[in-house]
């Protein structure tokens, strides 16, 4: 992926192309009075995302502090700023916003321009079959440029030369703080030298005045070749404002035009950070229509994706309720056939009946038959009790144990009184022990018998001179073992 | 596609977008788990029933198998079957051979011991009591008027008689309450007293 950043001037375009590491790939000036609409084809041809920039004078700046860092808090004092900045509430005001982390706390930097300045851009640009996929403005630009090129911690005051105008910008981490632009360019330079000189100047001081006499690093990008030259004769005249250093960019020395494109790069530079980091002017009115068809078709997309995705869901699901409720008819025709055969009734399950009626049709059918027999015994009987208490081996394992004797009760039954009573047995045994510890072992091995012994009720436990008594409730038995006993 | 696309950029419509994307399938989703749960649940229906049918078939063939024992029950089965039942008949043939022996031919504790043990006296007999009747069953218990003496197997026996043993006309007997005590007979030979033997006993008509 390739970026562009367009500089355009009075005449001509700068192009600076990068690559997403960021390396500069080309440099291209196009002249527009020669008209070469070809040439700027072939640029914007390349794959390449391109990005253009406003004027410094159609881009206001402006600065505040916002003393808090909390995220939440931070953005609806932003929200809050751009209401009041917009003092007019003119929905053709455009206020972007970026936040710079300070020691304490955060300064909000807004970027103030009006979309008719952006509709005039772009329509110039248009004329050259540009339209860009994003407009950041010139002072960013720089910021992006000075601060990627020629990083310092100190205040930086740049001063970007175009043919007919000249950008005065103050830049600090990153970000620009103050900016001043004035209409002497490089051609006025031979004529209206001390004119232009004292524009610097003033904007110098009055940049000074508000930052408590800071002094700023001096740079000079643009269109004047004699950076250097000129940077020293300013430090010279005006050293309590301005001084130098001596660290150039290790590119200008491939790149010996490297300042003259410095806006491009700039633009180009800052169009590789995330989209939101970056500013972007074009609202949606002034959207470049192929990123609207492009966003368009990727709904559209979503959209179909989302709607096959149901379709295969719905079908599925579809055809797998038909395969189960197929397999549910059949096991309850099946059902249906036993019901028939056993109890001789007179169901007859149609399969291309729903479901649920045939389900409910048999339901009735079978709970019609479900009347209980009352005399089938569902207690343990004594037979099964001995049977179990002699198989158990209890009194192989206590020798010392010695029954004296045995009770079982039927204390509740279904009877002809009582139909619906249930079952209730009690198990009583008396027996003597050598000593108490050996009875309460022979105990705790009853109690640990839940197949046979209902332990939910209470084992009872009691102890006379000469013998021990034992009491307890037996487990009724199941369906299948109280039918067939 | 630039009005659709418009729409989707603009910030407002941003959740209204995702919105229109997912809902088809929010809606299949919706759909699918409520066929999901339908089906679970008639499935479950299903297996409820068929555990159910499973569960009336046991009943109604106990029943019959039940009823094909009991139905026309002897009114007769005690007095026939248990009343008439002897206890005790290894210490009876060990006294019977001790007492032919010279030496304990006049032996008093021996023949008494004999004599009690062989006499009426050690035989089950029932009195019915509160008796009740209905179209189809009589039912009445049955409590033991005296203590019998016999040993652990003729009380295994005893019981499995009356509770397990599949004789034809036979009728359904509870144990309602039985007690048993352990006991040394005067010949220390390892006896059980049945001091208790209560019966509920019904008798089925015929169908």
Redesign the interface.
């Known amino acids: 992926m390739y970026y562009t950043g367009i500089d355009f001037e009075e005449n001509q375009i700068l192009f600076a192309t990068i690559n997403n590491k960021c390396d500069l790939i080309d440099l291209k000036t196009i002249e527009i009075a020669s008209k070469k609409h070809r040439s700027v084809k072939q640029i914007y041809n390349k794959p390449t995302q391109l990005t253009s920039s406003l004027s410094g004078k159609d881009v206001l700046i402006k600065t505040e502090n916002i003393k808090s860092n909390k995220k939440k808090e931070i953005h609806q004092i932003i929200q809050y700023q751009k209401q009041s900045l917009n003092t007019l509430n003119d929905a053709s005001f455009l206020v972007l916003s970026e936040t710079q982390k300070q020691s304490k706390d955060h300064q909000a930097i807004y970027y103030i321009s009006k979309e008719s300045h952006v509709k005039n851009h772009l329509n110039k640009l248009k004329e050259f079959n540009i339209d860009p996929d994003r407009v950041t403005c010139d002072t960013k630009a720089l910021s992006q440029f000075i601060s990627t090129l020629y990083p310092n911690k100190s205040y930086n005051f740049v001063i970007h030369i175009k043919k007919l105008e000249t950008l005065c910008v103050v830049i600090k981490d990153n970000h620009p703080i103050f900016s001043y632009h004035f209409k002497l360019g490089n051609k006025h330079l031979e004529t209206k030298l001390i004119d232009w000189e004292n524009e610097v100047t003033k904007a110098g001081c009055s940049f000074q005045s508000k930052l408590e006499d800071q002094h700023f690093r001096l740079l000079i990008t643009g269109q004047n070749q004699n950076y250097a030259e000129k940077e020293i004769d300013i430090c010279k005249k005006h050293p309590q404002i301005f001084y130098r250093t001596n660290n150039n960019s290790s590119l200008e020395n491939k790149y010996p035009l490297l300042r003259k494109y410095a806006i491009s790069i700039g633009i180009a530079l800052e169009s590789t950070l995330h989209k939101n980091s970056a500013l972007q002017f074009r609202s949606l009115s002034n959207y470049p229509k192929k990123l609207i068809k492009q966003a368009g078709m990727k709904f559209s997309a979503f959209f179909a994706l989302s709607l096959l995705v149901s379709t295969f869901l719905f079908t599925g699901t579809n055809w797998l309720t038909k395969k189960s409720q197929k397999q549910f008819q059949q096991t309850l025709v099946s059902l249906s056939e036993n019901e028939k055969n056993i109890f001789n009734n007179k169901i007859q399950l149609d399969p291309n009946k729903n479901l649920k009626d045939n389900l409910y049709l048999l339901e009735n059918e079978i709970y019609k038959n479900r009347k209980n027999f009352p005399y089938l015994n569902y207690a343990k009987t004594a037979s099964d009790f001995l049977s179990w208490f002699n198989n158990q081996n209890f009194l192989k394992n206590y020798p010392e144990i010695s029954i004296q004797s045995f009770s079982y009760q039927l204390l509740n039954y279904p009877n002809l009184n009582n139909i619906k009573s249930p079952n209730l047995v009690r198990i009583e045994i008396n027996f003597n022990a050598n000593n108490q510890q050996m009875a309460k072992k022979f105990y705790n091995a009853l109690s640990q018998e839940r197949k046979m012994i209902n332990t939910s009720k209470d084992i009872h436990w009691s102890q006379t001179e000469e013998s021990y008594k034992i009491s307890f409730f037996l487990n009724n038995n199941s369906l299948i073992e109280g039918s067939f006993q | 596609?630039?009005?659709?696309?418009?729409?989707?950029?603009?910030k407002k419509n941003f959740f209204k977008?995702l919105c229109?994307?997912?809902?088809?399938?929010f809606?299949?989703?919706g759909?699918?788990i409520h066929?999901?749960y339908s089906?679970k649940q008639?499935?479950e229906?299903?297996n409820h029933?068929?555990e159910?049918?499973n569960?009336?078939?046991?009943?109604?063939?106990?029943?019959e198998?039940?009823l094909s024992l009991h139905e026309n029950s002897s009114p007769t089965f005690i007095e026939e079957q248990l009343e008439p039942l002897t206890f005790l008949a290894k210490e009876k043939d060990s006294l019977n051979k001790i007492s032919s022996h010279p030496a304990f031919t006049n032996n008093a504790l021996l023949q008494s011991r004999l004599q009690k043990i062989s006499s009426n006296t050690n035989k089950l007999s029932f009195r019915q009591e509160s008796v009740?009747k209905?179209a189809q069953?009589i039912?009445s218990e049955e409590n033991l008027t005296q203590i019998i003496e016999l040993d652990y197997s003729e009380l295994?026996n005893l019981?499995?008689l009356i509770?397990?043993a599949y004789i034809k006309g036979k009728p359904?007997f509870?144990?309602?309450?039985?007690?048993?005590?352990?006991s040394n007979s005067n010949l220390n030979n390892q006896t059980l007293h049945l001091t208790?033997l209560n019966l509920?006993k019904?008798e089925?008509k015929k169908r």
């Open positions: 596609m630039i009005k659709i696309g418009s729409f989707f950029l603009q977008a229109i994307i997912f809902l088809p399938l809606i299949t989703t759909y699918v066929q999901y089906l008639t499935q229906k299903i029933l068929i159910f049918s569960e009336v078939f046991l009943k109604r063939v106990a029943k198998k039940f009740l209905t069953v039912e295994c019981i499995h509770e397990k359904q509870l144990i309602k309450e039985i007690e048993v005590k352990a208790k509920i019904r089925f």
